[in-house]
């Protein structure tokens, strides 16, 4: 990936523009790569959830920058120096950083993800230097940090979150925020009024803090409705859902043909 294109897309989220991506959770290297040259902004790998390790993640994050079309951003599994930096060390542009509840755990996100003396992250560029180069500073001001807003602290904390020098955008997590605003699973229609406050609530948060706002979303459809709502960004479904979804429609599909051709031969 190209400085160029990296810097333009720190500045795009910066600047509240639109931007929409794509998430990733198998250690597939060359199904991420054709994904990558769709035309998403990024392509987010999950390193919390997601069904890859480390060297799934260095090598999704080079099969995205083979496209030389959308950057990449990491997921990682826990707020600490260790996995961001090894996340940023391996080429992420930008670390979406979970279970945030207060601006301290959004100060800490943005230490671990900054060279001093804006934090603590220890250097060790390794493929990140070939993107941005070996200054410090110039890693400072190309690397993005989102903190996830998901949980009862993190949303009662909301505008504090924001409000964190160095934080780029917050990223909401749908599934644990309908838990959080007492959903007994995500998607329980029985809290749909409580999650959409909460999702705008959030919204406006970010935007009275001119940061940007992310989520997460299950489909292209939703995706639009959300940025139609104030998000300035989103990321859709993912590469495990897609391939399970596609797969059944092909075989319904199939099974349905078969069983219309047998009915007319039949009559």
């Known amino acids: 990936m190209t400085?160029?294109?990296?810097?333009?897309?720190?500045?795009k989220i910066r600047a509240r523009e639109q931007a929409v991506g794509y998430w990733a959770v198998l250690d597939a290297p060359v199904a991420t790569e054709r994904i990558g040259r769709l035309g998403y902004d990024y392509v987010a790998l999950d390193a919390q959830h997601g069904l890859l390790g480390y060297s799934g993640v260095l090598n999704g994050l080079m099969a995205i920058d083979a496209g030389h079309t959308a950057v990449g951003m990491v997921r990682v599994e826990d707020n600490n120096l260790t996995a961001i930096g090894k996340a940023l060390d391996a080429g992420a542009v930008g670390v979406i950083v979970p279970l945030v509840n207060t601006a301290?755990?959004?100060?800490a996100a943005v230490a671990a993800a900054k060279y001093p003396p804006m934090g603590g992250r220890s250097y060790g560029p390794m493929r990140s230097a070939l993107r941005i180069g070996p200054k410090p500073a110039d890693s400072n001001a190309a690397t993005l940090v989102f903190a996830m807003i998901e949980t009862p602290d993190g949303l009662a904390n909301v505008k504090e979150?924001?409000?964190?020098p160095g934080l780029d955008g917050i990223y909401v997590g749908p599934s644990d925020l309908a838990i959080a605003v007492g959903g007994a699973f995500p998607g329980d229609p029985a809290i749909e009024t409580e999650f959409n406050a909460a999702l705008e609530t959030i919204a406006e948060a970010a935007a009275s803090a001119g940061i940007a706002a992310g989520i997460h979303t299950p489909a292209g459809e939703v995706a639009?409705?959300?940025?139609?709502?104030?998000?300035?960004?989103?990321?859709v479904a993912s590469d495990l859902t897609h391939l399970e979804q596609i797969a059944k429609a092909h075989l319904d599909a199939a099974r349905s043909a078969a069983r219309s051709d047998?009915?007319?031969?039949?009559?």
């Open 3 to 11: 400085s160029e294109l990296a810097l333009e897309f720190a500045r």
């Open 161 to 164: 979150i924001c409000a964190t």
């Open 104 to 107: 301290a755990d959004a100060a």
């Open 224 to 235: 639009a409705l959300r940025l139609r709502q104030g998000y300035t960004f989103t990321t």
């Open 262 to 267: 047998a009915g007319t031969k039949e009559g």
